[in-house]
């Protein structure tokens, strides 16, 4: 009930491209959805946040997409940079515990 | 500024020693975590603390222990118990996870040898 399932695990995209990652929850007590990026020896930081009540909010270049019937978000990064090469994780809250992260997918983003 | 601090950076082991890692915050945060990363696996939740004096374990909090005597700190003490030590551990601490999220520190990197 609350993991948070992530993939693609690796995702190679050339510059000025789309990179889409997908995540599937089970758990319908999630209320609070966001994504975190992290560079290599760094902590993650956050990136975008959604809520259920909406279906998109879009960030600059970066996309959260949510389908509250099927329980699945995806994050698009639009034009993408080798500047976001890095490794990206889903991650899923209730309000009464602590987030529930996905297993990560690490972008690299080719010149 | 404010923000999350982790020391130190690179802890070595030995078999059988217990060992403690820092986390400090400035940030007047009243909640604070601490997760393991291993390739390929995610962050996951070791302990976590939303008030001072008070803490709960989370998915794998076996071999590990922490204390929340200050709002400002959360050590956490990877024990003998713990069977596979080498990881990545990250601390966090947050105002409202709904507005603001985590905050999380750089890390220390925990080798057995």
């Known amino acids: 009930q609350q993991q948070v399932k992530q993939s693609p695990q690796s995702l190679i995209v050339q510059k000025g491209g789309i990179s889409i990652i997908n995540c599937a929850y089970e758990?319908?007590?999630?209320?609070?959805f966001p994504w975190y990026q992290q560079f290599p020896g760094k902590g993650p930081a956050l990136l975008i946040a959604?809520?259920?009540?909406?279906s998109e909010k879009k960030e600059g270049r970066f996309t959260i997409s949510f389908n509250k019937s099927a329980k699945q978000f995806s994050l698009h990064i639009m034009d993408s940079q080798p500047g976001d090469s890095a490794t990206y994780f889903c991650a899923a809250d209730t309000g009464r515990r602590a987030l529930t992260f996905g297993s990560g997918t690490r972008l690299q983003v080719q010149p | 500024d404010g923000g999350i601090t982790q020391s130190p950076k690179y802890l070595f082991r030995k078999e059988g020693q217990n060992v403690t890692l820092s986390c400090e915050q400035n940030?007047?945060?009243?909640?604070m975590y601490w997760y393991r990363q291993d390739p390929g696996q995610g962050l996951r939740l070791i302990y976590y603390?939303?008030?001072?004096?008070?803490?709960q374990k989370g998915d794998i909090a076996e071999g590990y222990s922490v204390s929340r005597e200050k709002k400002e700190s959360f050590p956490l003490t990877v024990t003998s118990a713990q069977k596979n030590p080498t990881a990545f551990y990250l601390c966090?601490?947050?105002?409202?996870?709904?507005?603001?999220?985590?905050?999380f520190g750089s890390g220390t990197r925990l080798t057995v040898v």
């Open positions: 603390s939303q008030i001072v004096n008070d803490f």
């Open positions: 940030l007047n945060h009243d909640a």
């Open positions: 966090a601490s947050s105002r409202d996870r709904a507005n603001y999220g985590y905050t």
């Open positions: 959604i809520r259920p009540d909406v």
């Open positions: 758990n319908t007590a999630f209320d609070y």
